[in-house]
């Protein structure tokens, strides 16, 4: 990899450089990144007191992703999720008549692209500026038959940070057979510093309604109406305050049309920053980190279940089995985009 941008961390198994990439504004944020699973290793955002407040959960060095204690209860802390995120039947489906079996990584169903999906691999380095804001491109190609999909898939993520504490990561993708693609970035965030846990943040999603889910937690293709039920967060609500015990959120919400694109917010009153989540997606995967290990994190913290809260865009999960859900068939010739950003407010 040629780069003169990144530190470099170390060498991969494969071969390959690991570095970390950082970007920061004229606030003071500054947003660590590497091209170890395209990961956010830190979102640090600079404090009235002139501290710093690291709203997202991970590890203070980057090896530390790659442990045997950590990926042996694997909670994907803040990669890029390939190719299809969340949960497929079965770990199989079909395009244009034909089969196709996948890895499974979940009981019987496929998981967030399988045994070794985008949050593994090695992204190759593109690019880095600074204008109009400080900015990176990372690149990955998935390979014809990866973890039983069909077509070589060439994805590329930008990330830019704005001088107005905007995060943003977008998504390009094209394919040479049609294929299933729905990608996208599994932060979790803690406003708190990342100490403790989020069951005091306050959560606001403009989703009326969820996606039912089977035993597996599989989307079934029905949907149920939030209102008067414990996933009714169209106002702020607390996590750790409803009828649903804050460890059991683990949910997709179909999202309300918006022009402004906002489609989730979190608060903290203990720090008083506010995160919102604006997407081009239609679904919200709402988590609550029930199965966090127990381990040594960033900056001394130790996490557990509850530890941080994720809000993944993406579309419909299991939506290439489900026929009137969201489109996830790419084909030869067409291009898949998605943009993501997190607006801090402090």
Known sequence: MTNTAGKYCFTHRTGEDIFLFSLRNSAGTEITITNYGAIISSFKIQMDDGTNNDIVLGFDNIEDYLA??????YPFFGAAIG???????????EIDGKKYPLTSNSRNNQLHGGHEGFDKKVWQWVAQGETPHHWLELKYTSPDGEEGYPGKLAVTIRFELTNDNELSYAYTASCDKATAVNLTHHGYFNLNRGSGTIEDHEVKIYASSVLEQDEGLVATGQLTPVKNTGYDFTEFTAVGNGSIPAEDFDKSFVLDPRKDCLVAEARSL????????YSTEPVVHFYTGKWIPVIKGKNGNTYGPLSGLCLETQKHPNAVNI????????RSGETYSHKTTYKIII
């Open 68 to 73: 045997d204690d950590y990926l042996n209860k």
């Open 83 to 93: 190719r299809y995120a969340n949960r497929i039947k079965n770990a199989a489906f």
């Open 270 to 277: 203990r720090s008083g920053l506010r995160l919102q989540v």
């Open 323 to 330: 026929p009137g859900f969201a489109n996830t068939v790419l």
